[in-house]
C-alpha cells in the first residue's frame, strides 16, 4: 500500500493537534486549582495523648495548604482529651500550641456533655474554646453535613 506525502500529513495532522490540546491542559488545570473553594477541616480528638499530635498535624495542614488564608480548620475535643486543655492541668506546649494555631484562625469546640462530666466551665479551658451545647460528635457530624472533611489523626 503506498502514501503520498499530501496523505500522510493529513493523517497525522489531527494526532499533532491533539497533542497540542493536552499539552495545554496543566495550563488550564493550574489556573483552576487557583480557584478552588476554601478547603474546611474538622479535626476530631478524644484521646488526651494524642493532643500534641493533632495539634502538630494542624500546623502542617496549614503550612501545606499554602497559610492559614487557605484552609479553614476547628478541632473538636471531647472525652478525656479535654483534661489536656484545662487551664490549670495545660503543659506549656500544649499552651505555646493552642496560641499559636489560634493565631491561624483555627476553630476549638469543647463537647457540652464532656464539660458537664468534668465539671468544667469555658472559663476553665485554654484559648478560645466554643461548647458545643447538643455535643462533640454531633458538632463534627454538622461540620461535615455543612462540607468539612473528617479527620481523626
Partial sequence: MLFSRRGLFARLLPGLAGGAAVTALPVASAAATSLQPLQKVVYHLSEPTRANFVLGNIKNHIA??????????????????LD???????????RKQISQ????????VACGNTMKAQKLSV????????????GGV???????QQGYLYIRP
Avoid at 84 to 94: E, K, L, M, Q, Y
Fill in 123 to 134: 472559663a476553665d479551658l485554654l484559648g478560645n474554646f466554643e461548647v458545643a451545647e447538643e
Fill in 101 to 108: 494555631r489560634a493565631g491561624d484562625g483555627v476553630g476549638f
Fill in 64 to 81: 501545606g495548604k499554602g497559610g492559614p488564608d487557605k484552609v479553614k480548620i476547628v478541632l473538636v475535643v471531647h472525652g478525656p482529651a
Fill in 138 to 144: 454531633v458538632r463534627i457530624a454538622d461540620l461535615q
Fill in 84 to 94: 489536656t486543655f484545662v487551664s490549670s492541668r495545660a503543659n506549656p506546649d500544649i
